[in-house]
């Protein structure tokens, strides 16, 4: 059980846009910055988005993160095949780093 | 290009210590910019941050495993270590080292990955 909330599984059609959400406390997601990952089957986790909404060199800009409060939100525009994968969130909690539990986007 | 790889002498029984090497190339480790983490992933389930460690030495453990864990480094070698003791199949997984990004400190922003390596521990 993760202290930040992750929807097990999200879906949308080719084209779509498809946000996934993360809950967290004001000890983790309140006071500290979200980070993204995306894992393809059988590979490692990918640095999706840094500081809540930063991305990195290489990452499209159809993925986009924001934060309010304590939650934070991951959007894909532009719902593309290759998109099929685990999504976690990640944060700091007072004394260690924190992942929630993963969803996992299906591309119908 | 960096590229981080992970090694172990295989699989591990239970109450034995797990040790990993994670061998970095393409950047020192001994770099003042960089810090050094270990994350673990069970069969079909999340990611859960193992411990993480800044080339001077200074290390940060996941309280739930901290009894059991050491990180260090071998700068001579240019890699980083992980011991896991006393385990129980609780703790077969896909073992990642990672390197934190550069400018978020030890937060859990992991730029490069190894590939993981599965250790199972079983009698």
Known sequence: ?108 | QLQLQESGPGPVKPSETLSLTCTVAGASISSNSYYWGWIRQPPGKGLEWIGTIYYSGSTYYNPSLKSRVTISVDKSKNQFSLKLSSVTAADTAVYYCAKHRSGDGYNPSFDYWGQGTLVTVSS
Request: proline letters at 6%; a neutral charge; charged letters at 15%.
């Open chain 1, 1 to 108: 059980q993760s202290v930040l909330t992750q929807p097990p599984s999200a879906s949308g059609t080719p084209g779509q846009r498809v946000t996934i959400s993360c809950s967290g406390s004001s000890s983790n997601i309140g006071n500290s910055f979200v980070f993204w990952y995306q894992q393809l089957p059988g590979t490692a986790p990918k640095l999706l988005i840094y500081r809540n909404n930063q991305r990195p060199s290489g990452v499209p800009d159809r993925f986009s993160g924001s934060k309010s409060g304590t939650s934070a939100s991951l959007a894909i525009s532009g719902l593309r095949s290759e998109d099929e994968a685990d999504y976690y969130c990640a944060t700091w909690d007072d004394s260690l780093s924190v992942f929630g539990g993963g969803t996992k986007l299906t591309v119908l």
